[in-house]
Structure formats: structure tokens, C-alpha cells
């Protein structure tokens, strides 16, 4: 049974560590960054090392390619190699290295691959430029309006942009339409795979997110003469209702999540029942008939507390994210890869977003995850164990092989 080299794979894990290290044990290497174009410059010459055939499209996106005897259609596999500022080594460098040992094996074993392979480093995946800016192009959806007023300031997307030689126009015009699948590895960033002493997350879908302003009217009252029993007080149904949204979710949508992340008394005194309070509600979840039967619920928990003469709701839509579902495909590839490979796995959601979710919209597409020590990440003391790594470079390895007998 074909295995990644560990000793190789863990070197160049360490060597790409050193690109933007800080001496914490942690990297701050964002998007086309000085570190960040070292790092490039690095992979670049491993690919070519490598025997792959290296390119860069219009977006900044790195890839090395291992033909194959259908060259008019590629798997894709990689991640990101930026980081968040003080960032951990982990998060998209593991991927990325994970995909090329899993690739260079492949090549060595002699094998033609029935259709072309590529690695991919994705460009701004982390955000600091314009968010999933090189997944995104990838399939066609940077608008010219992003480049107006990125997160990061104009002036600082440009002269990043600049320092590797990329133009607006050319990431907008990234867009290919030869992708027959997409996998990547990554760092799970929470605890559900060490809890559970699983080796493997195979994931079934990017979470949605949805969010809401809900408005609960009073009547704002003299805090001291009204009495107890005569008040409308808007904060006592926000809160009634904040109760009864975590036990009926916890209850009904696990794993879903939501979240109170702000909320405002007014007029907002010592002294005064609160008549009007405004309360921010973000929920997630994998589907979005999960994430529809949500909103109803918890829309129908807040009419209800608000249900009496002196109470009233108003509600705003504030945001909303579809959820990204991970093809069947892909997910019964990694389970086939892990059976092979007599490791654990179990189906989770990733409630984190990742290039997958860009490349799901044109192309089966899907992740698996490995532990996250702590589910520590964004962090300097972010961790994964160097079994941890070589078993989903394996996976990865194998989970290319079994697409090939699915896609061909
Ligand atoms: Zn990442």
C-alpha cells in the first residue's frame, strides 16, 4: 500500500515554518506579504523540485501540476500557505504541503494518473486582502466593487497586489472551468476529533450563517413607582427569550450554534425600565432547511415571549451566508481512503469558512480535517502531531486514488 514519505513531508512542514516565524512558535505570514512571498518563492522551487509543472494564474494562485492521461480536466488539492497576523503554523500550510507529498507520491510510483492532478495554494484565503481572493476567482465571483473598500484598506490590497505583480483585471479573470474535484486537508480548530480520540474529520458541509436585529418593545417606566407586576419591561422578554433560544436550539438543532452578541437597554438608565431593547442574534448551521427551521423556531420564541398587550417585536434581516454542502463524492473518498488506512473517522461540519466552500459552487468538493491540540488555532500555540499529520497526508494520498475510480 502506497504511504506519503513522513521524513520528507515533516521537513518541508518545517522548512515552509520558518517563512514569516515569530518567536513564539508561530508564523504571521498574510497575503503577499514579504514572508508570504518568500514562502511562495519556496514552493515554487519544491513543486519544480518535484517534477510538477508549475504555473501561477491571474489571482496569484500557485499550482503544480502531475499530468495525467486526461489532461483536459484536473482534481484540485491544496490549501493556503497566508496566515492571520501571529498566526499558527498550521492553519492552510498543512494543507498545502499535504496535497504536494500526496502528489509527489503519486508521481513516483510510476502510475499515469487517468486525469491531470494539480496542487493549489490558494492566494488571501485569511482575509487580509479581500477574503478567499484566490478560491474566489477561481471560480469567477470578484466583484470590481470588492477592490473599492477591501477590509484591509486600498492602499494596502495595491501594494500587496503589486509586490506580486497582480492587477485588478487579472483577478477578476481567473476563472477556469476544468475542475473535476477539489480536496482539501486542514487543521480542525475546535476539539471534536481529540474528544472524541477520532483521527479524521471527514466534512460534510461549510456552515451558514444567518443573522438577525430583533426589536423588543416596552414601555419605558419610572424604575421605582411602577410596580413589578405592572411593567413592560423589554429587557425581561429579550432575555426570556435568550433562555429559551439556547435550551431550544442545545435541544433540537446540535450541532448548530447561536449567538446573543449584543444587546441595548433604552433609554438605557439606572432608572428607568428599560421600554425598547436591541438584540443581535447570529445563528449557523450545515443546511438550509436546518438553517430555515431555525429561523422559524427561533423567530416563534420571540413572538411568543412578546405575545401580551403590552409587548411587541420587530424584526430585521441583517446578513446571510448559504451553507457550503461537501460533495458525496468526496466525503465517501476520504471514508473509503480511512477504512484502507484502518483509521478512525467520523462526519462532522466545519463552522469555520475555507477555500472549499468557493470551489463547492463549479465542482464536487470537499475537506477533511485532522486534530487541533486543544482546538487551539489563530494562535501562536496552535498544534498538530506530527502522527496527526502524516495519517492525513495518507488520507489525502489515498482519497486522490479513490476519486480517480469515481471520476473516471
Ligand atoms: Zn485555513
Known sequence: MLQINRERFLSDFEAVSQFGATNDGGVSRPALSEPDMAARNWLKERIEAAGL????????????????????????????????????????????????????????????????????????????????????????????????????????????????????????????????????????????????????????????????????????AHAGTTPMTERADALWAATEFIQKAKDHIMKHYTPGVVNFGMIEAHPGAFNIVPGEVVLAMEFRHGSDEAMDNMAADLLQLAHEVTNTDNLSLTVENAASIHPAPMSDLVVQAVETACTQLDLGSMRLLSFAGHDAQSIAQVAPAGMLFVPSVDGISHNPAEYTRPDDMVNGANVVLHSLLALFGKLV
Request: aromatic share 6%.
Open 53 to 220: 509543472v508549475y504555473s501561477q494564474d491571474t489571482a496569484g494562485n500557485q499550482f503544480g501540476r502531475l499530468i495525467g492521461a486526461d489532461d483536459s480536466r484536473v482534481i484540485l488539492t491544496g490549501s493556503h500557505l497566508d496566515s492571520v497576523p501571529d498566526g499558527g503554523r498550521f492553519d492552510g500550510a498543512l494543507g498545502v504541503l499535504a496535497s504536494l507529498e500526496a502528489i509527489r507520491v503519486i508521481k513516483e510510483s510510476g502510475n499515469l494518473p487517468p486525469l491531470s492532478l494539480e496542487l493549489v495554494n490558494f492566494t488571501d484565503e485569511e482575509g487580509t486582502l479581500l477574503g478567499l481572493m484566490g478560491s474566489r476567482a477561481v471560480v469567477g465571483q470578484i466583484k470590481p466593487s470588492e477592490f473599492e473598500n477591501p477590509r484591509g484598506g486600498r492602499s494596502h490590497l495595491i501594494s500587496s497586489m503589486d509586490r506580486a505583480g497582480l492587477t485588478e483585471a487579472g483577478v477578476m479573470n481567473a476563472k477556469r472551468d476544468d475542475i473535476a474535484a477539489y480536496l482539501e486537508l486542514h487543521i480542525e480548530q475546535g476539539k471534536r476529533l481529540l474528544a472524541g480520540g477520532t483521527d479524521i474529520g471527514a466534512v460534510t458541509a461549510l456552515v451558514g450563517i444567518r443573522s438577525y436585529s430583533l426589536h423588543f418593545y416596552g414601555q419605558a
